[in-house]
């Protein structure tokens, strides 16, 4: 293949992608009216994966490509013609031949240095550029952590605030009437076949240790033993603080830790 049939080559690809990548913009532009991102593809954790992935993929092809067509040209402007190298032998020099050389530089003419320069500083920055032009996100979830006894589970009643939250000084918190219709959902619902039970390894490993964040599950309730007598019911206000709740109330909620993010 001659030099200018890759020319030919290299000069459509560039083409191609410059008037594909016209289109997308003008394309988006209009769809959206505005410069701000725009969201390619919105649902599964997975499938989104697999498509950042994949665009990544001919990203990176269409860069290389670049980077080769750049290459090639450079070589091109740098490479000696007759006369470039019977000036070299006059002076009392030598050229390089037949690859991309800085050395040449200082040898041909001054157009065709600075069209080498810009191959050499646009290859890179493009090929960045295009890497970082579709960037993957994961939305993570709002949750609450609750610490209750069996008894919750089983529709056991509970009152605000909870036994433990009496022990810290924002009290009133913790009491207000609108968490109480989310609690109450959370234990209509959560013996449903929507809540997952999970060991306390798997536990750790999806709330606490996971690098991605929460991204699957929400609301936790944790279920802890009911204390010294082991009442699945929960626990009287007498065995944990005083003045809140009635003292002989059994309360089957225990603890709430508040909006918390995975």
């Known amino acids: ?57 001919v990203i990176t092809i269409f860069s290389v490509s670049i980077t080769v067509s750049s290459d090639f040209f450079m070589r091109l402007v740098s490479a000696p013609q007759a006369a470039d190298i019977r000036e070299a032998h006059r002076q009392a020099t030598w050229m390089d031949v037949g690859i991309n050389s800085i050395r040449n530089l200082r040898s041909i003419p001054r157009w065709r240095s600075a069209l080498w320069i810009v191959g050499a500083a646009s ?11 579709v960037i993957g996100t994961a939305a993570t979830t709002e949750y ?21 939250n ?24 959560v013996s449903g076949f929507h809540w997952k039970k999970f060991d306390s390894v798997e536990c750790r490993k999806t709330y606490l240790a996971s690098r991605y964040g929460l991204r699957f599950y929400r609301h936790l309730v944790i279920v802890i033993e009911a204390g010294p007598n082991l009442n699945p019911a929960g626990w009287t206000n007498d065995q944990v603080w005083s003045g809140t709740v009635p003292p002989s109330y059994s309360n089957t909620s225990y603890y709430n830790y508040a909006s918390l993010t995975g």
């Not at 769809?31 to 994966?49: E, M, R, V, W, Y």
């Not at 919750?152 to 433990?164: H, K, M």
């Open 1 to 57: 293949m001659t030099w200018q049939t890759k020319g030919v080559i290299f000069c459509s690809l560039v083409c191609t992608l410059c008037l594909v990548l016209w289109v997308y913009l003008l394309a988006t532009f209009i769809k959206s009216h505005s410069s701000q991102p725009t969201t390619l593809f919105s649902g599964n954790c997975d499938i989104a994966g697999n498509i950042n992935i994949g665009l990544h993929l």
């Open 123 to 133: 290859s890179i920055p493009l090929s960045l550029f295009f890497q970082a032009s």
């Open 144 to 164: 609450d952590q609750l610490l209750v006894s069996e008894g919750f589970l089983d529709g056991d009643p509970f009152v605000l605030p909870w036994v433990g």
């Open 166 to 189: 009496l022990l810290q000084w924002e009290t009133w918190r913790f009491g207000q009437p609108i968490l109480e219709p989310l609690f109450r959902e959370i234990q209509a619902n």
